[in-house]
């Protein structure tokens, strides 16, 4: 079966838009530009912190093909997921279920994106960093957008693993390997995402029910994702700790980024102490979890902007000396 009747079978050939209508701002929207801005930009901190020297046009080719491979991953998970999307408020805008892009035109420009950015990584960077990519891309297309995003609730959990490789690609760009710093760095992201994407799906739980996608607050409820949101949390802060003492982060790093974790705590807190029970509990725990959701971004950005600023600017003072 092709790819576009699988997207034909989902969508009704009524949905499906007629070849010719996108523009390139269509595609463009099929790679997830606010998603891969975040990708590339903890890609750049790996690339930074690693040890080691490496050539700035490579560097700078290293950080368009993580751009491109998280396009491509974003343009497969549109393609494989527009019978989903039309369904939610959130997504029914995207431009294959809006009509402007068929479901044949994002899959070609998806394999085609994924193809030519492991083989210019391959080609311009290294083998390991080309590996992780091609892994990064078959992850997040395969495993978690079809194999986990619709039959498990612990999808957010084992599918975040695909958001957290790109700081462990830009280490190996430089040093060809994947050694215990670049493992924090993607456990960070891994440990980050539960909370991150929990507290959205509470507030877009309706959503993720109508469409028949099994987040936690739709199959296990409210209350039992509150209490993960806090438990992921609680785990979270730790794992941001430690690389300062494991050397490769400072005492900048390490203030504020315990900082940042407490105030973390607190918005984690506040959703897990909230309730639905009635329609004025129910705004009030959407309330909490909007604001530990937005917050969540830019703890992410502030954390991995200490790390990289002690980096670049060598502000480095190993924790601990």
Excluded at 228 to 241: A, E, G
């Amino acid at each position: 079966m092709s790819d576009s009747s699988i997207a034909s079978e989902r969508l009704g050939s009524e949905a499906l838009p007629q070849s010719g209508m996108a523009s390139p701002r269509d595609y463009f929207e099929l790679l997830k530009p606010r998603v891969m801005s975040l990708v590339v930009f903890t890609g750049l901190v790996g690339l930074v912190v690693a040890p080691g020297h490496i050539n700035p046009v490579i560097a700078f080719t290293a950080l368009l093909c993580i751009a491109i491979g998280a396009g491509a991953s974003g343009a497969l998970n549109m393609w494989y997921d527009a019978d989903i999307d039309a369904k939610m408020a959130r997504t029914a805008n995207r431009p294959i279920p809006a009509g402007r892009v068929t479901p044949g035109e994002a899959f070609a420009w998806g394999i085609t994106l994924s193809v030519g950015s492991v083989l210019t990584m391959a080609l311009a960077v290294n083998n390991t960093a080309a590996f992780l990519l091609a892994f990064t891309i078959f992850f997040y297309a395969v495993i978690y957008t079809m194999g986990l995003k619709r039959r498990t609730p612990q999808n957010i959990v084992i599918g975040g693993a695909a958001g957290a490789f790109p700081p462990m690609i830009g280490w190996a760009a430089v040093t060809g390997n994947v050694t215990i710093p670049s493992i924090v760095l993607f456990l960070i992201i891994f440990m980050w995402t539960p909370p991150h994407f929990w507290a959205l799906a509470l507030f877009r739980s309706k959503d993720y029910k109508d469409a028949g996608v099994p987040m936690l607050p739709v199959v296990a409820g409210e209350a039992e994702t509150r209490r993960q949101i806090l438990i992921y949390s609680v785990l979270l802060v730790p794992v941001t700790l430690a690389p300062g003492f494991l050397g490769f982060a400072g005492f900048i790093y390490t203030g504020v980024t315990a900082v940042l974790g407490a105030v973390f705590l607190v918005f984690a807190w506040r959703v897990f102490a909230s309730r639905a029970d009635t329609d004025v509990a129910k705004a009030a725990q959407d309330k909490a979890a909007k604001h530990l959701f937005a917050y969540s971004i830019l703890y992410l950005f502030l954390l991995f902007s200490t790390l990289l600023v002690e980096h670049a600017f060598g502000f480095s003072i190993p924790f601990g000396m």
